[in-house]
Every structure is written in C-alpha cells, then in structure tokens.
C-alpha cells in the first residue's frame, strides 16, 4: 500500500504522529506538506493529495486540520475521490467496508492523536466488502460523471 498523507498548520502536529505509525506499519507513504505550523490554505494540501489518489499514483490519501472538514469538502471536490471525515473508529470501519473510501480526513483539534491513530490503523486494514454496497458506490460514480464539468 502505498498513501499520500498533507495537512495545513491546524494539523501539521499530527500529520506527523501518523507519518510515524506509517512507517512502524511498513506503509510506504509521501508528505503532501506542510512542514510546519505557519498559517497555510488548507486546499493547497487537500488537492495534490486527493489528484494523486484519484490517478491511481497512490492506494489512500490521508488529510488533516483543525476540525477535518475543509480538508474533506475540498477533496470531495476531486471526481473518484470517497474522502470520509472520521473521528471514531466505528466510522473508520464503516466507511473503508461500505463505501470504499480512498481519502481519509482528521482533525488535529477535535480528536487527539491515541484515537487518531487507533482510526487511521483500521481505516487502513479494513477492506471493502463490495456485494451492495459496490451497487452504491458506483451510484456515487455515476452522480460525479452527471455533474461533471458543472459548476
């Protein structure tokens, strides 16, 4: 597996816990930035990460900041990219077995880094389970195809 991992500053602290936890997994992974804790635009961070999933250059992208949310809008904005913003590990669970999602945001000042991790170790080993929800998943495709080039 392979994952692409940014944060802006509101997140920079534990975008580098999970950079740990990635290489105590044997995760091959590459830092989108950013590298510190100056003020920055969260989309900056959010964009190359979600294009480089949506390519197939990475298998997940990994996004944080303050609360997740900027970082899962502007990714959701990438046609193929399922960013789910999650701060429990039920959640984590689900939306890797039901919607297969390939982006995975946090925030930095809404959970602290023992759970953050916890989620970002499930949200990596669970599989999707396909069957009807691969029904579903492609729905959410074919919603991205009506609207593309809408703006």
Known sequence: MKVAIGADHGGYKLKEEIKGLLTSMNISFEDFGCTCGDSVDYPDYALPVA?????????????VCGTGIGMSI?????????????????SARATREHNDSNVLALG????GPGLALDIV??????????????????????IEAKHAGVK
């Open 51 to 63: 294009e480089k999933v949506a390519a197939g250059e990475f298998d997940r992208g990994i996004l």
């Open 74 to 90: 502007a990714a959701n904005k990438v046609p193929g990219i399922r960013c789910a913003l999650v701060h429990d590990t039920f």
């Open 108 to 111: 930095e000042r809404v959970i």
């Open 121 to 142: 170790k499930i949200w990596l080993e669970t599989e999707f389970q396909g069957g009807r929800h691969a029904r579903r998943v492609e729905k959410i495709a074919a």
